[in-house]
């Protein structure tokens, strides 16, 4: 059984930083994609950024710049470093990780997710 275990969501000021982490437990392998997605409430999940297993990196156009995706592949960890947050950036952030079980098929595993508040 595949876990995802999001951290780093909180409360903070318009301008300030958060780290984000996640790490990936269990049967997995050979783990592809690693992405940050986010929902607001009222609003659709969307992508933030994701990032391959050889480091490739996108970003949604509104986070160029101020986030950065980084991933540990020994450790089975993606972070998300947020800079200048503004209150857009408020919702619920999800990670999600392409990879393998022993014997299955390639699919994608979700977190529960991890809640970023920002203060204007």
């Known amino acids: 059984q595949v876990q995802l275990v999001e951290s780093g969501g909180g409360l903070v000021q318009a301008g300030g930083s958060l780290r984000l982490s996640c790490v990936a437990s269990?049967?997995?392998?050979?783990?592809?994609?690693m992405s940050w997605y986010r929902q607001a409430p009222g609003k659709q999940r969307e992508s933030v950024a994701s990032?391959?297993?050889?480091?490739?990196?996108n970003y949604a156009d509104s986070v160029k710049g101020r986030f950065t995706i980084s991933r540990d592949n020994a450790k089975k960890t993606v972070y998300l470093q947020m800079n200048s947050l503004t209150p857009d950036d408020a919702a619920t952030y999800y990670c999600?990780?392409?990879?393998?079980?022993?014997?299955?098929?390639?699919?994608?595993?979700w977190g529960q997710g991890t809640q970023v508040t920002v203060s204007s």
């Open positions: 990032i391959t297993s050889t480091g490739s990196t």
């Open positions: 999600k990780v392409q990879g393998y079980v022993r014997g299955g098929p390639l699919r994608d595993y």
């Open positions: 269990g049967n997995i392998f050979n783990i592809l994609i």
